[in-house]
């Protein structure tokens, strides 16, 4: 699991250096991927909780989200480098500084040195990178990815330990996922950069 | 010359279906309110669980629920009534009218909640239903700012997400059982680093949603471009469905450790409330001071939740007049905007004699908003600064002083003027229908009792609710 994990934390970091909207969405895909594998590695029974957590990790987040973004970018015809997040010496810095945080916050919240440890340092590394994309980014697009890979990184964090969600929870939990990733993927559509100011006249409202 | 203003009149030829689904809504709303009614009537003490014990009704449930169903139903009156009148709104309402429900019962579920993952699902449920309400058909300003409601929301709630999993795992390190599940957690929890920075997360979270600094940035624009009664929702009911959330982490966790977040809660109101001040001396923006205001607010209840104790009966009373004093402000700031075409306060002025009604509740509004006698947020703000006397948080007191002080001078020298200022233009405006306006004179109506007379099955309501708080 620790070469899963050292896999995620490179696809995490993967769009601060390949600068396309392409890459950012083929590494919020991997994140779901890498995630169902690591699942299906540490509980490989079959149960209604595991399948739900699969469908979630692999179908969800894996597949049917970053589809969803890659099929409004295509519909705008974006820019290969359109809405990305350029990276400079400055940014480079503090994303190793962002990780080595990560780690260091991981030892002391679990000082075992197991791969549990290792699990949180990834997990918030991801989070660290994800809200850092929120932070400096201004663009409707990247932000989207940002927030996504900020939800990957806290199912990331759950995968590190045992269920405390029933089931009903966990349902609604992965439709409240897939309804706001369909609601940011309408935002991505609505606001497309270099729009006029205002659409039209103003009318009465509620 | 004497003009005479006409009344406003039900718009003509306005088809009966195109009613329907307000119709609906308000109907809905009213049975809400009567189902809240007959709880807090009901006055027990006592925690009843439904639905395998997803649900649960206690003193905090049965008072957020009359709270905010009365809220959502004088909304839904006067959204109905507004459908009436212009028939231009009615042509886009199945779908408001549908995303309104859907917020409210989101709102009403995330309060009944008995489990903390519940609740936060239902509270994103609630922003999911409200971001697409905050667009105004044709402005692109409103599209922008309701992206970003939509954006610190998804963010807020996905680091209280965080903080409840961190809480799980606290559990689970300590060896209790894990469960989130509200009333079996009270006696198990257990303190360690992972539950501090669980509940350092849960009220950063909870906080961004709450409009308390650093996270409230979202908080003036979202107001200011939201259709007024889609802000008086946000501000009114789901302001409080989010401050439930967090009542039930303090009723869990404060239980055996009073201390618990204390500094946090102080330092992000105090923050908040200076956030607040400055925003409102710069502004000319009368939905954007309100708006500002709110986040004030924010921050004297983060700063009452931080010291508890006596303070906690204050409170409460400061939460629920604050709830009505937003809806009012909003509602009126709507009809203000809708007549003078403008949000600057500067283009605004004489507005008790163009609009008296809306000129009247804006400054009665105001009154309570600063805090002045004889209301609900006066009695609040003074158990509040009592508690902190006594608590011996002196630089505290000083810092809410001063800053309560700078609000209250910024607030008044720019809305009176546009209550009592000398008319710019002349202008006849249709004279206001009592109708138009009954919803906000039920809320302050409401807020005016709460001042001067609470019924004694609410004040023990409230007793109970403060006392679940750690309040004495």
């Known amino acids: 699991m620790t070469t899963l994990l050292a896999a995620f934390l490179v696809v995490a970091a993967l769009p601060f250096f390949i600068v396309t909207w392409r890459t950012a969405l083929a590494a919020l895909s991997l994140q779901g991927l890498l995630m169902g594998w690591m699942f299906f590695q540490r509980a490989p029974v079959v149960s209604l909780d595991s399948i739900l957590a699969l469908v979630d990790l692999v179908a969800v987040r894996g597949l049917l989200v970053p589809f969803m973004l890659y099929r409004v970018m295509r519909t705008q015809n974006a820019l290969r480098r359109g809405d990305t997040i350029l990276p400079n010496l400055l940014s480079l810095m503090m994303i190793a500084a962002l990780i080595a945080l990560a780690f260091r916050l991981a030892s002391q919240l679990d000082p075992s040195g197991a791969e549990s440890q290792t699990t949180i340092a990834v997990a918030v590394s991801a989070l660290l990178l994800g809200l850092f994309t929120l932070a400096t980014q201004t663009g409707v697009f990247t932000q989207a990815v940002g927030a996504l890979c900020v939800e990957n990184a806290i199912s990331l964090f759950e995968l590190g330990r045992g269920n405390s969600a029933p089931l009903p929870v966990e349902l609604g939990m992965v439709a409240v996922f897939l309804l706001s990733a369909c609601m940011y993927a309408l935002y991505v559509r609505w606001i497309q950069p270099g729009q006029a100011q205002e659409f039209s006249a103003e009318g009465p409202i509620l | 010359m004497i003009i005479e203003r006409p009344r406003e009149a039900p718009a003509a030829g306005l088809e009966k279906a195109s009613v329907w689904p307000m119709g609906i809504l308000v109907g809905l709303s009213l049975l809400a309110v009567g189902c809240s009614c007959a709880l807090v009537i009901s006055a027990s003490a006592e925690k009843t669980r439904l639905l395998d ?80 309400l905050v667009i105004r058909e044709g402005t692109r300003s409103s599209l922008l700012a309701s992206w970003r409601y939509f954006l610190f929301s998804s963010v807020g709630l996905a680091l209280a997400l965080l903080g409840f999993a961190c809480i799980a795992r606290s559990l689970e390190s300590s060896g209790s059982p894990v469960t989130l599940f509200i009333d079996q957690l009270a006696t198990s929890a257990p303190s360690n680093l992972w539950q501090k920075v669980g509940l350092a997360l849960v009220l950063l979270g909870y906080g961004t949603k709450l409009g308390l600094a650093p996270m409230c940035t979202w908080l003036p624009e979202a107001y200011d471009e939201a259709p007024p009664s889609v802000t008086a929702m946000l501000a009114a009911v789901q302001f409080n469905c989010v401050l439930v959330g967090l009542f039930r982490v303090i009723q869990v966790f404060r239980a055996g450790n009073q201390e618990l977040v204390a500094a946090q809660l102080l330092a992000c109101g105090l923050l908040s409330m200076a956030v607040s001040a400055i925003g409102i001396i710069t502004t000319k923006n009368y939905k954007r001071l309100l708006a500002y205001a709110s986040i004030n607010h924010a921050g004297v ?30 509602l009126t700031a709507g009809r203000i905007k809708a007549h003078y075409h403008t949000k600057d306060m500067r283009e605004v002025s004489w507005l008790i004699k163009d609009l008296p009604y809306s000129g009247l509740l804006l400054m009665v509004g105001t009154f309570a908003l600063l805090g002045l006698p004889p209301f609900g947020s006066f009695i609040g703000e003074l158990l509040i600064l009592s508690e902190l006397i006594r608590g011996s948080y002196l630089v505290v007191f000083v810092a809410f002083c001063v800053l309560l002080a700078i609000t209250f ?29 009954l919803p906000k004179l039920v809320f302050l109506g409401a807020l005016v009792s709460m001042g001067l007379y609470l019924p004694a099955t609410l004040n023990a309501l409230f007793r109970q609710v403060a006392a679940s708080l750690g309040g004495q």
């Open chain 2, 53 to 132: 014990g997803y649900l649960l009704i206690d003193p905090t449930a049965r008072l957020f629920l009359l709270l905010i169903n009365s809220i959502f139903f004088g909304v839904a009156f006067y959204m109905w009534y507004l459908i009436r009148t212009i028939p231009q709104i009615a042509k886009r309402i199945k779908r408001s009218a549908a995303l309104s429900c859907a917020f409210m019962v989101a709102a009403n579920l995330a309060i009944l909640s008995n489990h903390f993952l519940a609740s936060w699902l239902f509270l994103e449920l609630t922003t999911l239903a409200a971001a697409p």
């Open chain 2, 301 to 330: 209840i983060a700063v009452g939740l931080g010291i508890g104790k006596t303070a906690m009966y204050g409170l409460l009373l400061y939460v629920v007049s604050n709830a009505y004093i937003k809806a009012i402000l909003f």
């Open chain 2, 409 to 437: 001078v910024a607030t008044g020298r720019s809305i009176f003027p546009m209550i009592w200022g000398e008319a710019k233009t002349k202008a006849w405006w249709p004279r206001q229908s009592l109708r138009s306006v």
